[in-house]
């Protein structure tokens, strides 16, 4: 496809082009476009059909948009915005330097331009960030047949026309209908009677992954915004749900590998961008680091009492942050999921505490079987039985209390008003390891007497 629109290109045979982009699906032809740049992807632009360009340039990458806009004259940037949903026209305003997001203002219609302005001003992860007022709105005391006519008269605008909401004359939200519904009720009959009224809605100012999540629960295609007195302000459609979930999953990705999150793609960051996204974190877990290094210096002479207990601390760390991360991926899971909240944690830890038993029990069991065999038979490595006690006791309690330490941690980051992503595994690592070593040359001087 790209050879074709390149030789196209070349060969200025634009009507073909033109038609060839009416038959593709717009983030498709957003992908296509990524490839060109300068004149080329201007021109390839503006000869896409008037109604799949403004759905093709929000697809596109904020790089090419914002070349794309510096590219534009007055007429096409003003023609452009008044083709966008409002929420469209938001993120790519959020998006772009200040001196074009000015300019895109400047150039939408007084009534665009109050209304992003609006949208703006909510909090970045509220609802009212991402909604969009391009609605559907009917009366309670209005027919289907005068419902159908609305649609007609104002559907071609609306993000959605499946599901349509019902408002009293000051807007408060009443009750909620879908096409299905009128559709099979007779023309005369009235949407008060037809209409749900028990509808399901967020706040302007509930998170939005709060709002994601909720329209996921309900298999919704769309979830009114209401504010604090239940005036219908815009609805969450489940593209933008979507969007919200992408990036919530990759920021919690990001942070669970102790990195700054970014909205910018991995090849479109800098060197200097991404080692500082990195630095700070890999800085602090070094610090903290250095307690396991005091923890093994100030039990030297145990050490060189009992060499053979050097060659266990790499596999008793390992294991107990390994422990530690599974329980603390798995809480972190179950918040974002809305599963398990603060007052579940006495809940979490006791289920937590028997599947560590079990885990540490199977885990030291094939550990003194590994020592007996491979150490001592293999290796000749000549490990007591004493030895081998105090590796396996240490690995029991370690794993307890690794996955104790794992499903705590978040949970408590979440009541203090933290991202529970920033409790995985770097963080309980670092404790982890500082706790085995704690619990190892514990067992090691009450066994062995050192």
Not at 94 to 102: F, Q
Not at 249 to 259: H, K, Q, V
Not at 292 to 307: D, H, K, N, P, Y
């Amino acid at each position: 496809m790209l050879e074709k629109v390149t030789e196209l290109l070349d060969e200025k045979k634009l009507g073909e082009l033109h038609r060839m982009f009416h038959d593709m699906m717009p983030a498709d032809i957003a992908e296509l476009l990524g490839e060109f740049e300068g004149d080329r992807l201007t021109v390839l632009f503006r000869i896409l059909p008037k109604e799949i360009a403004a759905d093709t340039f929000v697809l596109m990458d904020q790089d090419k948009m914002e070349e794309l806009l510096r590219a534009f004259s007055d007429r096409e940037l003003t023609a452009l915005i008044e083709d966008m949903y409002l929420d469209d026209a938001v993120d790519v305003i959020e998006e772009m330097p200040a001196n074009v997001a000015e300019r895109i203002l400047a150039r939408a219609s007084q009534e665009t331009r109050h209304e992003i302005n609006a949208l703006l001003k909510y909090p970045h992860d509220s609802a009212g960030s991402i909604l969009t007022t391009e609605y559907i709105r009917l009366y309670p005391d209005m027919t289907v047949s005068d419902a159908f006519d609305v649609i007609r008269r104002n559907g071609i605008d609306k993000e959605t026309v499946y599901t349509c909401y019902v408002t009293d004359r000051k807007r408060k939200l009443v009750g909620v209908v879908s096409v299905r519904t009128m559709l099979l009720s007779p023309t005369d009959a009235v949407i008060g009677d037809v209409m749900e009224e028990n509808v399901i809605s967020v706040n302007t100012l509930d998170d939005k992954e709060f709002v994601a999540n909720q329209l996921q629960k309900y298999d919704f295609l769309a979830l009114p915004v209401v504010d604090s007195e239940n005036r219908m302000i815009g609805i969450v459609t489940i593209d933008d749900a979507v969007d919200v979930i992408v990036d919530e999953y990759s920021e919690d990705l990001e942070i669970m590998a102790a990195i700054t999150p970014t909205d910018r793609p991995y090849l479109k960051q800098s060197v200097f961008s991404i080692w500082k996204s990195r630095i700070p974190w890999l800085l602090l877990l070094m610090i903290s680091a250095t307690f396991t290094g005091m923890i093994i210096s100030s039990f030297e002479e145990a050490l060189a009492a009992q060499v053979a207990l050097t060659a266990f601390i790499p596999m008793l760390m390992d294991t107990g942050g390994n422990s530690g991360s599974q329980s603390s991926v798995t809480v972190i899971r179950g918040i974002s999921l809305d599963e398990i909240e603060f007052r579940d944690t006495f809940l979490v830890m006791w289920k937590e505490l028997r599947i560590s038993v079990l885990c540490g029990i199977s885990l030291a069991a094939a550990t003194f079987i590994k020592i007996q065999l491979v150490d001592n038979l293999i290796m000749k490595n000549e490990v007591s039985l004493t030895v081998s006690a105090v590796v396996c006791l240490t690995l029991l309690f370690t794993v307890v209390c690794a996955k104790l330490i794992g499903c705590v941690m978040p949970l408590l980051a979440k009541k203090l008003g933290f991202d529970p992503a920033v409790m995985a595994s770097p963080f309980i690592t670092t404790i982890v390891d500082a706790v085995s070593l704690l619990l190892y040359f514990f067992f090691a001087k009450a066994m062995l007497g050192l």
